[in-house]
Nanobody, 120 residues
Framework: QVQLVESGGGLVQAGGSLRLSCAASGSIFRIHNMGWYRQAPGKQRELVAVITRLGTTDYADSVKGRFTISRDNAKNTVYLQMDSLKPEDTAVYYC??????????????WGQGTQVTVSS
């Protein structure tokens, strides 16, 4: 069984930084894309950043220049470095992995979410 476990959320003042981590574990054959999504109260879940296995990245316009996504394929881990945080970044952040478990078909997996709160 595959699990994604996130860490690194918390409370920070506007202008501050946080680093999120998400480690995938279990019987995994290959991890393709990994990404971060977020959902603020009363809003739909939105894509924040995504990174391919080879390291190509893409970001939501609202976080470009402030957030950096990276991954360590040897550790099956994806990171999100968040700098110059704004109150509007407050949300629950979810890790996503598009992966192929051993003996199963390719599918999407989600972490449990980690709260990020930015105070003004």
């Amino acid at each position: 069984q595959v699990q994604l476990v996130e860490s690194g959320g918390g409370l920070v003042q506007a202008g501050g930084s946080l680093r999120l981590s998400c480690a995938a574990s279990g019987s995994i054959f290959r991890i393709h894309n990994m990404g971060w999504y977020r959902q603020a109260p009363g809003k739909q879940r939105e894509l924040v950043a995504v990174i391919t296995r080879l390291g190509t990245t893409d970001y939501a316009d609202s976080v470009k220049g402030r957030f950096t996504i990276s991954r360590d394929n040897a550790k099956n881990t994806v990171y999100l470095q968040m700098d110059s945080l704004k109150p509007e970044d407050t949300a629950v952040y979810y890790c996503n992995a598009d992966l192929t478990p051993r003996g199963w078909g390719r599918d999407d997996y989600w972490g449990q979410g980690t709260q990020v709160t930015v105070s003004s």
